[in-house]
């Protein structure tokens, strides 16, 4: 049985963590195959946009316990994070469809992700301080940058347990949809996505994550500049407003 199944779509593909007798449960071959995925994905020019979702009725339960215990060290831990790491590296835009439990690390897989659409059914369970452990995988770093410090040390502190409707309050999700219209909610995002030109969503993408960095407004033009100017430059972009002065003129 294949740990991550790849479904290519027009213009995205769905990624989904397929061990659900286990709910997921998130082990070194899976973030392997993630890893593998990801990178035939980022080759293939067809595919601008991808959903991580889980098989069954959970998303992921978190990291094998046999394989952490068996592995307790640096090297160990950082081939367990590879695949959600690989993720939150991509340069195309990622989503995460949380069906059921994100626990742990199967959070972080979560956190990874661009955006992230909630089942109702979804739970949000950082759950490392409950059994014994740290938390790993920069897991409160990349809570804090999803959502405020108070719900980052509810979560993590003091092990609250968030649902699909309340992670969206707190904008831990973007949406949170009756579970039997994620995957849907999902696709039809990840579609507007890949209907922009693929190198201008990767660059663009880029430009955002560097302004984590940036602290004034003039800074925050010049680090557009490039990318803005790159793409007036473009056949695309000739394309889209000649197609858009079209439909202007139909009106």
């Given amino acids: 049985m294949e740990s991550v199944l790849v479904d290519r779509k027009d213009g995205y593909a769905i990624l989904t963590l397929n061990d659900p007798d ?49 592995n307790p060290g640096h090297d160990g831990l950082r081939k367990v994070y590879a695949g959600f790491i690989r993720m939150s590296e991509s340069r195309l835009a990622t989503i995460a469809a949380v069906n059921g439990a994100a626990v742990g690390a199967g959070m972080n897989a979560v956190l990874c992700c661009d955006l992230v659409v909630a089942a109702e059914s979804a739970k949000f369970d950082s759950r490392f301080l409950q059994i014994g452990i740290g ?15 108070q ?37 039809a995002i990840a579609a507007k996505a890949a209907s922009a030109p693929r190198e201008l969503l990767m660059r663009t993408k880029d430009t955002i994550h560097r302004t984590q960095t940036i602290a004034d407004g003039a800074a925050a033009v010049d680090n557009e500049l490039d990318t803005q100017v790159w793409s007036m430059g473009e056949r695309a972009f000739t394309e889209m407003v000649a197609g858009l002065r079209a439909r202007m003129a139909g009106k």
């Fill in 22 to 70: 286990r709910r997921n449960v998130f082990t070194l071959d899976m973030s392997a195959r993630l890893v593998a995925a990801l990178d035939e994905l980022e080759d293939d020019e067809s595919i601008s946009s991808v959903i991580i979702t889980g098989a069954g009725k959970g998303f992921c339960s978190g990291g094998h316990l046999d394989e952490l215990l068996a």
């Fill in 151 to 187: 719900t980052v040390k509810a979560m993590v502190l003091f092990s609250q347990v968030l649902d699909g409707e309340r992670a969206a309050e707190v904008g831990l999700a973007w949406t949170c949809v009756p579970d039997g219209k994620l995957l849907a909610t999902a696709e």
């Fill in 135 to 149: 938390p790993g995988g920069g897991h409160t770093w990349r809570l804090r940058n999803k959502t405020d410090l």
